[in-house]
């Protein structure tokens, strides 16, 4: 029902910025909830971002104030907008299609994309 891709991803210096892109099709992309989740090698995949279908934002606390999330509904993409990038922050970047509750809490579905590989070395 929702097919997700991912891009945006690379090879970046401490301090340096990215912006990634995820863009949805096959479905209402107006009715998800959104989010960025991100794995690091040997690690869980863990939750980074989510913005709701009417546009509030969530972050983890290791994020804020470097990333943000938007969505453009026009053009069915949820973009995350990394600055000032740490070498923790090397991980595959995955969006998810889900649902918001409670403001603060993201229920993510089945529909993942494929993944997109930020880097942050020196």
């Known amino acids: 029902q929702v097919q997700l891709v991912e891009s945006g991803g690379g090879l970046v210096q401490p301090g340096g910025s990215l912006r990634l892109a995820c863009v949805a099709s096959?479905?209402?992309?107006?009715?998800?909830?959104m989010a960025w989740y991100r794995q690091a090698p040997g690690k869980q995949r863990d939750l980074v971002a989510h913005?709701?279908?009417?546009?509030?934002?969530n972050y983890v606390d290791s994020v804020k104030g470097r990333f943000t999330i938007s969505r453009d509904n026009a053009k069915n993409t949820v973009y995350l907008q990394m600055n000032s990038l740490k070498p923790e922050d090397t991980a595959v970047y995955y969006c998810?299609?889900?649902?918001?509750?409670?403001?603060?809490?993201?229920?993510?579905?089945?529909?993942w994309g494929q993944g997109t590989q930020v880097t942050v070395s020196s």
């Open positions: 998810n299609a889900g649902r918001a509750l409670f403001t603060t809490t993201f229920l993510p579905s089945e529909y």
């Open positions: 096959g479905t209402i992309f107006s009715s998800y909830a």
């Open positions: 913005i709701t279908n009417s546009g509030r934002t």
